[in-house]
């Protein structure tokens, strides 16, 4: 079956725009994840989803960052007001909840550059 | 809260030999799963192998094994017959059900020489 996809791939943004990231996760995977790669860092997390329901946001490093999910499916990541130090590869990852525990698969990411 | 230590941000092995990455965490909790990620340059994480806190045994997925040591908190990766496709980076990660997310290490550079 079809595996986590992100779009777009990259994206190149100019300072104080808005942009927004798109994730489709596996069919059937309850539980989705946001997790933010700066360069030649490890990643942080910056939000789960179970369902529609966001029960920790406790990531997102300020209120210029938001998602949200719908359907249980798509989940679209919103940074506005765009800074230079948001440029990193944001990578969404999605799980079954009675799945084996703690099991993310991960989409190819979207690498942003703010300039 | 949980961290992930990774003192090893290179490493390099020569192809057919074996190579050993180090991982510790630290946690307070009893019940905890581990991972070992691999990211090639396309990006793509991709899940290596997976540990039980509650298991002794070690896990193995065909040439990769680990060395789970619950007690000093310590999770190393072995790769054997390190082959050129090795080559990537390796995030070591830690799961509990009480937070939900998967926290990781600052990761490990592999280089595979002929």
């Known amino acids: 079956g079809a595996g986590v996809s992100q779009s777009p791939s990259n994206k190149v943004t100019e300072k104080g725009k808005d942009v927004e990231l798109r994730c489709d996760p596996i069919s059937g995977h309850t539980a989705l994840y946001w997790y933010r790669q700066r360069l030649g860092q490890g990643l942080e997390f910056l939000i789960y989803?179970?369902?529609?329901?966001?029960?920790?946001k406790s990531g997102l490093p300020s209120d210029r960052f938001s998602a949200e999910r719908t359907g249980e499916s798509v989940s679209t990541l919103t940074i506005q007001r765009t800074q230079q130090e948001d440029s990193a590869v944001y990578l969404c990852?999605?799980?079954?909840?009675?799945?084996?525990?703690?099991?993310?698969?991960f989409g190819p990411g979207t690498r942003l550059t703010v300039t | 809260a949980q961290t992930v230590t990774q003192s090893q941000p290179e490493m390099s092995v020569q192809e057919a030999e074996t190579v050993t990455l180090s991982c510790t965490y630290d946690?307070?909790?009893?019940?905890?799963?581990l991972f070992w990620y691999k990211q090639p340059p396309s990006r793509q994480m991709i899940l290596v192998i997976r540990q039980e806190a509650y298991k002794q045994q070690n896990a193995t997925e065909n040439r990769f094994s680990v060395n789970f040591q619950k007690a000093a908190k310590s999770f190393s990766l072995k790769i054997s017959d390190s082959q050129l496709g090795d080559a990537a980076m390796y995030f070591c990660a830690y799961f509990t059900g009480t937070a939900s997310k998967l926290t990781f290490g600052t990761g490990t550079r592999l280089q595979v020489t002929l």
């Open positions: 990852a999605s799980s079954r909840t009675s799945g084996r525990a703690g099991e993310q698969y």
């Open positions: 946690t307070s909790e009893s019940d905890y799963y």
């Open positions: 989803f179970q369902g529609n329901s966001a029960p920790d």
